[in-house]
């Protein structure tokens, strides 16, 4: 499903230029649950950004299902990523001024679905993720794992291919973050292909696979068993 | 999705009152004041273009030098109409106005009443319509008269006036037939009834000739296809070809420019009105794009809030477009409430609006095109305000504002701040320009008249006044009203005649100077409180000789270049007329002009104005009630009418307090505004800087350190605004005072008052909430850490 070849990535400020991500290569296939490791600074953020198309890579290709997107202009990677990818954050990003099921149901927007079928969708996914009864309430009114499951539903209502986690559990007591991982676990074996940065060794074996990453190299994979 | 923005949009605004408020506030005060003058505006440019002949319609002007420059006017011989009527086949009707007023007599009613003689044509060249009678015929006889509805009301109350006679002067009965629909608001003609021309030549016992007497307007409406040019070149010569007057031009003014371009300059079109127009319009644009400007500031300086969520709809798949579409959306909504509050306080202010422009505006509600303006306007306002806030937050990178790193830009030339820099600029220039508008006003009120108008009344001789004045004048005197009395040609604020035809020795034959004149009787200089300067005042009953002298103003003086003027002689073709005396000079006309050269002419002369000084021994309400019962017993038939000279002579600043008025108006609205930004961004500020001054307290900081610290930026702003605003207020207020020959000159003071002002406002508006940060515990700002 990706394929990355000697990606770079700089930042530059005026009097430092730092590498972020240095001739990286990597591949995950489709139905992969991938955990990205690695101590801050490593570039594991940057990569995620780059595979979410929210930032470019300065060098090197990016083939998702496909095709070369390494270098597509915001319109078209805006496309590309509503029709494909969902996204998980450490601090849930929910719009506080929207409620459950507005947010949820935000995504569905953007690609055009009809009204119908979005509360038919919506109230889909707030049911498997358990939170039907929170339809109408407003972010600030639910608990830190109330709202990562939200945000999770915002990320799957659109059944994307990739699921795209930054720290899902940073935020969370250990209960409702073994709860998210659950629900990511379940998302991975229905078929959807996750990709997940995260510092929690606990976490990393949820997945198939953990990339470590540092100084914005490859230094070690592990399989997992 | 439109749905989705409505709601975000709707739920936005409730959340944050103070910012919704602000901005509704302000865009409404904008909105409603560009709407306001754009009312005016359209109002002016309306005026009499809706004569259905607009396009070939003219009035007919003169060019001449005299006093060494070209000039134009717009007063014409009386035989100009018939000369245009019968030797030029372009010219399809014309008609003379001449004013007149009349005293009009049913049964016990008695009505002093403005109207217009006129010639048959005029009913059919104007679109003033008749709802009774035939616009054809109406005033084919000489006793016929068209009043308008109004007028009708006045003297036949609801009854059908047409058919009904009048008595009018106490002599002559007029039939109406016609009554004319009232005259809209956006015309410059001005009266309440028609009475034919035939009637002006018999009350004047013939038809006027004189080619040389410039006394009515003549009209003119073209046959289709003749040009302004061809006709122009056809009917310069008219004057010239049917009198022995050689140095006058004759040429057509078109009806399209008659309101707005009346000013003419070495022979030429130089504007007028049109540059009020131009320059309030440019008021109401920047009003408005001032207002706009708090929206954008408040919008952008509270981006970190919406960043997010920003952030969050480009990451779920929101375009930048489509984000653009949704801020836009905002504006536009926020603009549509603004839209409605601005009408309401558009209904609330127009009476005193109207009062203060005199003028009847209103607001069209049941005009379709009216609503299609209004949302035309709130659409503008909408996207201009908008459009900036939009495309910047729609810029915001997900990555960094969902990370957390992301901090709106502080930058030197911020954006928002020149937006700030702009909108004081505009409010510094108008705070200069209203102070040099005041300075200029009260500088020429306190400019000597060179008369005593206090106590001095008039009062125009109609009916048997001018037979009876001898006996007026005495009564006057004996009864205790008054303790002078003079005849005059016109009232001592207005000049109602002049000429260029005196001569006298050592005139230079080929130039032409004009002169004003005026007529006066026995006793001027005593009733007016004049200063002769030289020789002696008009007085017939010590030398009989008198009644042909002239006294001349000391500027008639210089202008004749008399070194020793008493005794020399002045001729108006084959009079002769001996100088007795020299005045001083006082304003008869324009106080910011310097005074015109002027001919006073002995009792030989004619009158139309009765002056008298009241006694100052009685209250003013005494003396009036004396004169009252004199003028009734020798001229029964009219009411008593007076006028304060005093009260006549303020009525000349009336433009310059009008203009005064509306450049305060607009200053405060516009400095309200800009407050409200300011106000609004100090808000947003000190929120961002909450935890700094927290920090800063920790250390040490004191309250009016911090408070300090905080207002520095604005101020700095403000500074700016200044030293931008400081040439541009000098080049427009110059450019405004030379409409003025007496005019005051541009002190350095009125800057620092300015500045002093400005500086204070935006003190108090900033210091709110600075002082506010600056008092908050830090304990509070720090815990949240």
Same mark, same amino acid.
Request: charged share 20%; hydrophobic share 25%; aromatic share 14%.
């Given at each position: 499903m990706i394929k990355i070849t000697n990606l770079e990535k700089f930042y530059r400020t005026e009097e430092v230029e730092t590498i972020a991500l240095n001739k990286l290569t990597m591949e995950v296939n489709t139905g992969e649950f991938v955990a990205i490791m690695g101590p801050s600074g490593c570039g594991k953020s940057t990569l995620l950004n780059i595979l979410g198309m929210l930032d470019d890579p300065d060098e090197g290709s990016y083939v998702f299902n496909g095709i070369e997107?390494?270098?597509?202009n915001e319109r078209k990677r805006a496309d590309l990523r509503k029709h494909n990818i969902g996204f998980v954050f450490q601090s849930f990003?929910?719009?506080?001024?929207?409620?459950v099921f507005e947010n949820v149901e935000l995504p569905l927007i953007y690609t055009g679905v009809t009204a119908a079928e979005r509360v038919k969708r919506v109230e889909e996914v707030l049911d498997k993720m358990q939170i039907m009864h929170r339809r109408?309430?407003?972010?600030?009114?639910?608990s830190g794992g109330q709202q990562q499951r939200v945000a999770i539903a915002r990320a799957v209502v659109n059944k994307p291919k990739l699921i795209l986690a930054d720290e899902?559990?940073?935020?969370?007591d250990s209960s409702n973050g073994n709860d998210v991982m659950e629900l990511l676990t379940d998302l991975n074996e229905q078929g959807t292909t996750i990709i997940m940065v995260t510092h929690s060794e606990h976490d990393a074996r949820y997945s198939h696979r953990i990339i470590r990453l540092l100084d914005g190299q490859t230094v070690m994979e592990n399989i997992m068993v | 999705m439109f749905k989705n923005y409505l709601k975000i949009t709707w739920r936005n605004l409730l959340k944050n009152k103070s910012f919704t408020s602000i901005n509704i506030a302000g865009l409404a005060v904008g909105m409603a004041s560009a709407a306001l003058i754009l009312f005016w505006v359209q109002n002016e440019v309306s005026?009499?273009?809706?004569?259905?002949?607009k396009d070939r319609l003219y009035q007919m002007y003169n060019r001449s030098v005299f006093d060494g420059k070209l000039w134009c006017w717009g007063t014409t011989p009386k035989p100009m109409m018939k000369a245009l009527k019968q030797d030029? !086949?372009? +010219?399809?009707q014309a008609a003379r106005v001449k004013s007149a007023n009349f005293l009009f007599t049913l049964g016990d009613k008695h009505l002093n009443i403005d109207g217009y003689f006129t010639d048959p044509d005029f009913l059919t060249m104007?679109?003033?319509?008749? +709802?009774? &009678?035939?616009p054809k015929v109406a =005033? /084919? /006889?000489?006793k016929n008269i068209v009043i308008t509805e109004k007028t009708a009301k006045k003297l036949?109350?609801?009854?059908?006036?047409? &058919?009904k006679t009048v008595k009018i002067d106490s002599v002559d009965f007029f039939t109406v037939t016609g009554v004319m629909k009232d005259l809209p608001n956006n015309t410059d003609f001005d009266f309440e009834y028609l009475m034919p021309w035939s009637y002006w030549e018999k009350i004047n016992g013939s038809e006027d000739k004189n080619? &040389?007497?410039?006394?009515v307007h003549t009209f003119a409406v073209l046959k289709p296809g003749i040009t302004e040019a061809f006709i122009n070149s056809r009917v310069k010569d008219i004057t010239r070809s049917h009198s022995d007057i050689k140095d006058i031009d004759v040429f057509m003014h078109p009806a399209t420019k008659w309101?707005?371009?009346?000013k003419f300059e070495n022979g030429k079109i130089? &504007?007028?009105?049109i540059d009020t127009i131009k320059l309030f319009s440019i008021i109401a644009v920047f009003i408005l794009l001032i207002a706009c400007i708090n929206f954008m500031n408040l919008s952008t300086a509270r981006s970190e809030k919406r960043a997010k969520e920003v952030g969050i709809r480009k990451v779920v798949g929101a375009s930048k477009s489509s984000l653009i579409g949704q801020f836009l959306g905002e504006s536009i909504m926020i603009a549509l409430i603004a839209g409605v509050v601005a009408l309401i306080i558009i209904e609330l202010s127009l009476p005193a609006f109207n009062n203060l422009t005199q003028k009847h505006l209103f607001v069209p509600f049941s005009s379709p095109s009216f609503w299609l303006i209004v949302v035309s306007f709130i659409l503008f306002t909408g996207i201009v305000s908008g459009s900036y806030p939009a495309l910047y937050l729609s810029s915001f990178a997900p990555v960094k504002v969902l990370k957390g790193t992301f901090k709106a830009a502080n930058a030197t030339f911020s954006p928002r701040k020149i937006l700030v820099v702009t909108q004081f600029t505009f409010a510094i220039v108008l705070i200069i320009s209203t102070i040099i508008v005041r300075q200029q006003l009260e500088y020429a009120q306190n400019r000597?008249?060179?008369?005593?108008?206090?106590?001095l009344v008039y009062t125009i001789m109609q009916g048997n006044i001018e037979k009876n004045y001898s006996l007026i004048r005495n009564e006057l005197i004996t009864s205790g009203a008054a303790t002078a009395v003079t005849k005059t /040609?016109? !009232?001592?604020?207005?000049?109602w005649s002049d000429t260029w035809n005196f001569t006298w020795d050592g005139?230079?034959?080929?130039e032409k100077l004009d002169f004003n004149i005026f007529n006066v009787d026995g006793d001027f200089t005593k009733t007016m409180g004049l200063k002769i300067v030289d020789g002696r005042d008009i007085d017939v009953k010590t030398y !009989?000789?008198?009644? +042909?002298a002239v006294l001349l103003n000391q500027a008639a003086v210089k202008i004749m270049g008399?070194?020793?003027?008493?005794?020399q002689i002045l001729r108006n073709g084959d009079d002769k007329m001996k100088v007795v005396g020299v005045v001083k000079d006082f304003i =008869?006309?324009?106080?910011?002009?310097p005074v015109k050269g002027m001919i006073i002419q002995g009792p030989k002369s004619w009158f139309n104005v009765v002056h008298f000084k009241l006694?100052?021994?009685?209250t003013t309400a005494e003396n009036l009630k004396l004169a009252e019962a004199v003028f009734k017993k020798f001229n029964s038939e009219y009411p008593f009418e007076y006028h304060f000279v005093d009260e006549e002579y303020s009525k000349k600043f009336a433009d310059e307090q009008r203009i005064g008025v509306l450049a305060s108006l607009f200053a405060g609205l516009t400095i309200f505004i800009s407050c409200l930004g300011l106000f609004g961004l100090a808000t947003y500020m000190a929120q961002n800087r909450i935890k700094e001054i927290g920090v800063r307290k920790v250390l040490g900081a004191t309250v009016l350190g911090v408070t300090t610290m905080l207002s520095k930026d604005f101020l700095k702003l403000v500074g700016i605004s200044f030293i931008v605003a400081t040439p541009i207020a000098i080049y427009f207020m110059h450019d405004w005072l030379q409409?003025?020959?007496?005019r005051v000159d541009i002190s350095v003071w009125v800057f620092a008052m300015a500045a002093f002002l400005t500086t204070l406002i935006s003190i108090i508006t900033v210091s709110f909430q600075a002082v506010k940060a600056a008092l908050a515990n830090p304990v509070d700002s720090l815990r949240s850490e």
């Open positions: 997107v390494a270098h597509f990003n929910l719009i506080d001024e929207l409620t109408n309430h407003y972010p600030q009114q639910l899902p559990t940073g935020n969370l | 005026y009499d273009q809706f004569h259905q002949n030029y !086949p372009q +010219v399809e104007f679109s003033f319509p008749l +709802v009774k &009678g035939n =005033l /084919s /006889s000489m036949f109350g609801n009854e059908d006036a047409m &058919g080619w &040389g007497n410039n006394s309101r707005l371009y009346s130089a &504007g007028g009105r000597d008249t060179g008369y005593k108008k206090n106590n /040609s016109a !009232p001592m604020t207005e000049g005139k230079n034959e080929k !009989p000789s008198d009644s +042909v008399f070194k020793q003027p008493i005794g =008869l006309q324009s106080p910011y002009e006694n100052e021994k009685n409409h003025y020959s007496y």
